[in-house]
């Protein structure tokens, strides 16, 4: 290897413009380096480091001390989304965990709809949600508001919904094992404000609990009154919810509705 060699700092004079003793301070230390000159604090007892490997570049993390206060490697760039971060004391690139809500589809209908069906529904989730707007054109005040999952039309649905609404007090319905869940009324034409819809599904992609739900509808009663229902049910079947069905029990839903289907962390 070519031995690199600095002039001496001897002939300048210290305090004079032609002083670089600094300068030259630093080029010696660079020199001594590419010499081979290590120091030996920084090596690993083990380590055979040659001049042969420090002009091939050839030094390895076996061969630095772990006390040493210098690397031989750099952090290789991580993937889109990732971020740096430290896992037992070591700097390295993590996929953040998402939180919240997560929009999974939203259907705005464009002409009326008979119903409006989520399906092939991802499997990631610990529970969806559902989140509308609607309102049915059938000539009344309002129409029950019917749910199905995955296409199921046997005897598995129960449910329990109750309303409060105007002066009319409170009304409920529960039922067992019916072809289909209700979730109270949705508004209707004569009805002037839509109906705003929730309903909450944990663990749908479980196959070992069989199903429940919750939920609430505001804004749709029969006689034409504000107010609201609260509803919970279950699904007799063990199997992942991979699809989802909202009707009115009359007419078709409006231009203008919204739906929307969330995945919650």
Known sequence: MTQYNIVSGASLVAGQPEDVSIILANLQAIASVLNGNLDNANLHASAAI????????????????????????????????????????????????PSGLTLISE??????????????????????????????????HATLLLLDFNGDAGAVYSYQWNS???????????????????????????????????LLI???????LMKAWTGHVGGAQSEGSPGGFAVGGGFKRTTAITSLRLRPNAGNFIIGSRFALYGVL
């Open 50 to 97: 040659a001049k042969s490997k420090l002009a091939a570049l050839d030094i390895m993390n076996s061969d630095v001390n772990g006390a040493a206060a210098i690397a031989v490697s750099k952090l290789a760039a991580g993937t889109e989304g990732q971020s740096l971060d430290t896992v037992a004391g070591v700097p390295a690139w993590t996929t953040p965990v």
């Open 202 to 208: 944990p663990g749908y992609a479980g196959t070992v």
């Open 107 to 140: 259907q705005l209908l464009a002409a009326p709809a008979a119903s409006v069906t989520f399906s092939a529904i991802p499997q990631t989730y610990r529970s969806i949600e559902v989140r509308a707007l609607a309102k049915s054109d059938a000539a009344v």
């Open 164 to 198: 409060g609404y105007g002066a009319f007090g409170m009304r409920g319905v529960a039922t067992l094992d019916q072809v289909r869940a209700e979730l109270g009324d949705v508004s209707a034409a004569t009805q002037t404000y839509p109906s705003a819809i929730y």
